[in-house]
DNA sequence: TTGATATATTCCCGTATGGGAATACAATAC
DNA sequence: GTATTGTATTCCCATACGGGAATATATCAA
């Protein structure tokens, strides 16, 4: 068996560096497909391919305007990361400590709105 | 020029769900190579190739105890993967708002602190 | 319609992968 | 010494990658 699939989960998605960076691009706005090929000086059939990855693990959203395609982060994708990464930080150190508290606290009150809806 | 190699930084080595299973188990204490290859239900060369990547980006540190390798987590190595994260946490909901206050308010704490030293 | 712009897709290639199987190396036990 | 256990390495393979280049598709403009 190969390597996993760039768009098996979020995990291999991201592992590749120009994908990190369009998504810290996306994070300030909307970006065309030019646009992003623009800032990250990578041709457009580059940003293209990237841009369907991302898409395809859901990590941004696509709508059209015109003929431009208008790419947009959907930062909720990477919860799996951060609650995956979270489970270790607990051996980073006293300080973490009470942010390993700090973030049940959160997820408490998560449910508790969950419950309110 | 191919995909990243694994060895290329901690995003691409933790890209391998396999690899995620290990860190997670080493999480509970240290492993000889076949307590983890047991574990995974993976042969033991496969551990072994595993447990080498996680060790070239510094996710495990090794101890020769014996006839056998003792593995153990060094989540630290896991930060990068943490702070960019954490970038994206602004986007998660209210919640999510206090949090990266709170992350900031650490930053500076562990900056006083390495001051300090 | 023709032309121009924006985006997506296809083909090629060198490279790296993870798993299987076999083997090599290391350290203990006898 | 030999045997045994624990670990690492090597070779093979099917698969997928990311980048380049060229091309196809889509949308607007005149």
Chains 1, 2 share one sequence.
């Not at 800032?39 to 859901?58: T, Y």
Request: aromatic content about 6%.
């Amino acid at each position: 068996m190969p390597r996993s699939a760039t768009t098996a989960d979020v995990f291999n998605a991201v592992a590749e560096p120009r994908r990190r960076e369009i998504l810290g691009l996306l994070a300030r706005g909307e970006r065309s497909v030019n646009d992003v090929a623009g800032s990250l000086r990578v041709n457009q059939p580059q940003a293209s391919k990237h841009l369907k990855v991302l898409k395809e693990v859901g990590l941004v959203r696509m709508r059209g305007s015109g003929q431009q395609r208008l790419y947009s982060l959907n930062a909720a994708a990477l919860k799996p990361i951060h609650d995956w990464v979270m489970t270790f930080a607990q051996f980073w150190g006293e300080c973490y400590d009470r942010l390993d508290e700090y973030l049940q606290e959160l997820q408490e009150q998560e449910k508790r709105h969950a419950q309110q809806k």
